[in-house]
């Protein structure tokens, strides 16, 4: 009766996806839903491809898993990947959907799979990853992820002890996980950009997990990533087996230096959270086996999906869209940090409300008080454009960062703020949240529709 059921699961998740992609609509969870609903066990009952490898942590996890499947797939494998984000249990489902012929034999030679991390322990012990990239773990959504010490015990309870793991050595949460599973580290050398003493509002490791003394850094990055000691027992961070040695913007490459050989890549993106993400890849891939002068030529045309980053030009203004996750104040403060770092005189549009949260249910909105809205009090950020229906909230932190008044623009309407904004600007950093990213796409395209038609040949008219 098992099998049976099963069999069934899988012929009905496949003609749901048939039928919605027919209707045009994207498809990445419901032949799951289906699937899970008529097969609670599915997962553990479909055949797993030869190699699976998977992605979690709190930020980066859709960006470092397109980049480990893109490499694949342009090794000449193929790879089944739930590249859009749809890292719950539905989703998961419905790429080993994907993954296998109506007869549930595999039929592919990889299934990179990005997984949520809370949602783990129902994925990761059905479906028995061979690799694990942890990109790290920070405080999320208090009302989904509560803190970073329980998203730790999920995975340090439920991702098999099997599993090889590629963890970050700079994350001093996450590179904790699982002590008795193989592993290999990535991390970043020390930058100059680097400090001793945390910056940010957040520190959620800054207390040896030994003996509770406050721990000292030999550099700190950005929260609680660097390179840290105890000075009272030998309580420190791990040393990397992947070590990005240097960096040059100029050129945009990157050195990564392992087993003492160093290789030069393309820069795929030069936020520095992505060059994490990045390392990431090329660490698994090393692992995994791919000729690493292959990766090198497969990074050259990876690019960072749409829905995380984009570039486009209107008139003379610049328009990078980047995703800025709400209801994570770490996401967030990475993003302005970016932004602040980047030269040139700018506007930054935010409208990072989650859409589902203000539709469905009742944001919470104590998390802004914990992002780094001090980074956007700086002289070239001569506008900031709040909108949507939050943007008196973000007004109130921003006036608590100090930021003057006569710099911030507030309209509940994404649209609307767009006719009101300057637009003899050089610069516009468009940040909005996951939930938004479709909004956030039909407010650009009114960006290069009305300042296209206020310049001509360069020059405002």
């Known amino acids: 009766m098992g099998i049976l059921r099963y069999f069934i699961a899988l012929w009905a998740s496949k003609a749901v996806f048939v039928l919605l992609r027919l209707l045009k609509r994207n498809a990445t969870m419901y032949p799951g839903f289906i699937a899970l609903k008529i097969c609670p066990d599915y997962l553990a009952r479909t055949k797993k491809s030869p ?22 797939s342009q090794s000449g494998m193929r790879v089944v990947s739930n590249r859009y984000g749809s890292n719950i249990n539905t989703g998961v489902a419905t790429a080993l959907t994907h993954s296998v012929n109506i007869f549930g034999k595999p039929k592919i030679d990889a299934l990179v799979l990005e997984v949520d991390e809370r949602f783990s322990r129902l994925i990761m012990p059905f479906i028995k990853p061979d690799y694990l990239i942890v990109t790290n773990l920070f405080r999320d959504s208090i009302k989904r992820n509560a ?13 098999p002890k099997e599993t090889k793991l590629v963890l970050n050595a700079d994350c001093l949460q996450s590179s904790q996980l699982l002590k008795d599973n193989k592993r290999v580290y990535f991390g970043i050398d020390k930058l100059d950009t680097d400090v001793t003493e945390c910056v940010n509002l957040i520190n959620d490791f800054s207390i040896c997990p030994v003996c509770d003394e406050k721990l000292k850094f030999n550099y700190l990055r950005y929260h609680h990533i660097g390179n840290a000691y105890c000075p009272k027992c030998d309580f420190k961070s791990f040393d990397a087996d992947y070590r990005l040695t240097s960096i040059d913007y100029e050129n945009k490459t990157i050195t990564v230096s392992h087993n003492g050989k160093e290789d030069v890549y393309p820069m795929v993106n030069r936020a520095l959270y992505n060059i994490y993400n990045e390392l990431a890849a090329i660490s698994l891939m090393s692992e995994f086996g791919v000729d690493l002068n292959k990766v090198k030529e497969y990074m050259a045309k990876i690019s960072v999906t749409q829905t995380r980053y984009n570039e486009a030009k209107a008139g003379k203004t610049e328009i990078i869209r980047t995703m800025a996750k709400g209801q994570n104040s770490v996401a967030c403060s990475r993003s302005f940090d ?20 203000r539709r469905d249910s009742s944001e919470f909105v104590g998390w802004i008080y914990d992002v780094d809205f001090e980074f956007l009090n700086i002289p070239d950020v001569k ?15 921003c006036l608590i960062a100090g930021i003057p008044e006569d710099r911030i623009l507030c309209e509940q309407d994404e649209f609307k703020a767009v006719d009101i904004m300057d637009k003899d600007i050089d610069l516009l950093y468009l940040l909005h949240d996951t939930s938004t990213y479709d909004l956030a796409c039909e407010v650009e395209a009114k960006i290069k529709s009305v300042f296209s038609k206020a310049y001509k040949g360069g020059e405002q008219v």
């Open 51 to 72: 190699n699976v490898l998977c992605v979690t942590g709190t930020n980066g996890k859709t960006t470092t898993t397109n980049m480990v499947a893109d490499i694949l």
């Open 147 to 159: 803190h970073p010490e329980y998203i730790f015990s999920i995975l340090d309870t439920y991702v």
């Open 338 to 357: 970016f932004v602040s770092h980047e030269k040139g005189d700018k506007t930054v549009f935010i409208m990072i409300d989650d859409l589902f949260e």
């Open 383 to 397: 506008q900031i454009v709040l909108a949507g229906p939050r943007c008196y909230d973000y007004k109130l932190r």
